[in-house]
């Protein structure tokens, strides 16, 4: 079975600073998706940026960047120019590319952005 | 308007009640799921459903039901609430498009 993992319960960051938010994950299957989600006081989910496994070339939106390592099973999410907007919960998820289509999520960290 | 509705948005129940939390899309996804939020967890899959003659159970399926009404309904019940089942519930929807969840904002249950 897949798992996600995020073993930084939570971080700080520097207001205008950069900060990298870890995830690895587990799987035997070589198409899938990867995912990091936002969730700000509001609770509401948000997508922030997705990686299909086949692309070699690690996504990037706007501030929100990712190293994705496949064979190290590592997916970072980079946070530039962080703002205060920035703070709140982190989640990274996987999905297979086939079959039951289900969503695998880590447990979360936290990101605090200080002024 | 919201394309994944959930009802309600917060509710406090007491032990042994039944409560329904609803779910509604305008997406045109076939497949929905729920999943429960608890601090330090993470997401954890309750039920998932591809259309509308095909439920699935997740990792904690124990203590919940689901109901497919039509493709754009997907409701979960709680036939005899308990405490533990205090969390916050997510209903997602996903297309193939782009392998992306959209989430509803989010039903926070409180039982007592």
């Known amino acids: 079975a897949q798992t996600v993992t995020q073993s930084q319960p939570e971080m700080s960051v520097q207001e205008a600073e950069t900060v990298t938010l870890s995830c690895t994950y587990d799987?035997?299957?070589?198409?899938?998706?990867l995912f990091w989600y936002k969730q700000p006081p509001s609770r509401q989910m948000i997508l922030v940026i997705r990686?299909?496994?086949?692309?070699?070339q690690n996504a990037t939106e706007n501030r929100f960047s990712v190293n994705f390592q496949k064979a190290a099973k590592s997916f970072s999410l980079k946070i530039s120019d962080s703002q205060l907007g920035d703070a709140a919960m982190y989640f990274c998820?996987?999905?297979?590319?086939?079959?039951?289509?289900?969503?695998?999520f880590g447990t979360g960290t936290r990101l605090k952005v200080l002024a | 308007d919201a394309d994944v509705t959930q009802t309600p948005r917060n509710r406090i129940t007491k032990t042994g009640k039944r409560i329904m939390l609803e779910c509604s899309q305008t997406?045109?996804?076939?497949?929905m799921y729920w999943y429960r939020q608890d601090p330090g967890l993470g997401l954890r899959l309750i039920y998932y459903?591809?259309?509308?003659?095909?439920?699935n159970k997740g990792e904690i399926s124990d203590g919940y039901s689901v109901s497919r009404q039509a493709q754009a309904k997907f409701s979960l019940s709680l036939e005899s609430a308990i405490p533990n089942q205090t969390a916050l519930y997510f209903c997602?929807?996903?297309?193939?498009?782009?392998?992306?969840?959209?989430f509803g904002e989010g039903s926070r249950l409180t039982v007592l």
């Open positions: 997602a929807t996903s297309g193939l498009a782009t392998g992306e969840l959209f």
């Open positions: 998820a996987y999905r297979s590319a086939y079959g039951t289509y289900k969503y695998i």
């Open positions: 997406k045109g996804h076939d497949r």
């Open positions: 459903s591809f259309d509308v003659k095909d439920i």
């Open positions: 799987t035997s299957e070589s198409d899938y998706y």
């Open positions: 990686q299909e496994a086949y692309k070699q």
